[in-house]
């Protein structure tokens, strides 16, 4: 029986140790998951692996990801909102921000950044301080263009082989669609910029924007929730 019991005792300690090592014990959220469907994970740069939770944090340098059928909302510090669609992986690349206070007004401060990148999947975005005084602080970079704001609420996906939900299957490369604001897309093709109600599909990295008449099959019938709403 005490064997059993030092058995137990050490296989929760390892699990409380791999909890702890798996959240960046001194590093400030980016965060917080306000909706969170199905499966949803975090990896941190050096590998570890943690589930995220409705109301739990998401840091500076994590991928998160989707499993199929599952969401995540995301509400950054500044205000931004980032709605996952299913089985997408989402990377915080950078993110620093640190409110001031100006006139009453809240204003993300000049050394503030936020910079994403999507490598697979899509979302929908409502952009937030950061970003609206200088464009350059913010950024998502694809495997086809990086996107910049003009204050923003805008959805992409990156179809590669893997948006086989659409029928007919879409032609692989980015589809982006604007509900306010504006976005601009930048590749070695050059630099396209869509307003609302505007939509665009970039084939590859060389490959410049070719507007769409119509809402694109792979963004689906309807665009996602709106970030602002998913509590």
């Known amino acids: 029986m005490m064997k059993r019991a030092g058995m137990w005792m050490t296989m929760l300690t390892a699990a409380w140790l791999w909890s702890s090592a798996a959240v960046p014990a001194a ?56 709605l996952l669609r299913p089985e997408s992986r989402f990377a915080i690349e950078r993110y620093q921000y640190a409110a001031t206070q100006t006139a009453g007004q809240t204003q993300a401060a000049p050394q503030e950044s936020a910079f994403f990148r999507l490598l697979k999947g899509g979302f ?31 959805e992409v996906r990156y179809c590669n082989g ?14 982006t669609g604007v509900q306010s604001g504006a976005i601009a897309l930048t590749n070695s093709g050059g630099t396209a910029t869509t307003s609302a109600g505007q939509y665009l599909f970039i084939a590859g990295p060389t490959n ?16 996602l929730p709106d970030p602002k709403t998913c509590n």
């Open 27 to 82: 590093e400030t959220a980016a965060g917080t998951a306000t909706l969170v469907t199905g499966q949803v994970s975090a990896a941190s740069p050096s590998g570890e692996i943690r589930s995220v939770v409705r109301g739990g944090p998401v840091y500076p340098g994590e991928v998160i990801t989707t499993a199929g059928s599952s969401y995540v909302n995301i509400e950054f510090t500044d205000g931004g909102r980032v």
């Open 208 to 223: 410049v924007g070719v507007p769409q008449t119509l809402r694109p099959a792979a963004l689906g019938q309807n665009p």
């Open 162 to 175: 893997d948006c086989g939900d659409v029928s007919p299957v879409p032609q692989n490369g980015l589809y």
């Open 124 to 154: 929908r975005a409502v952009s937030g301080l950061i970003g609206h005084t200088r464009r350059e602080d913010y950024g998502v970079q694809t495997p086809v263009a990086t996107i910049g704001i003009r204050g923003t609420d805008y």
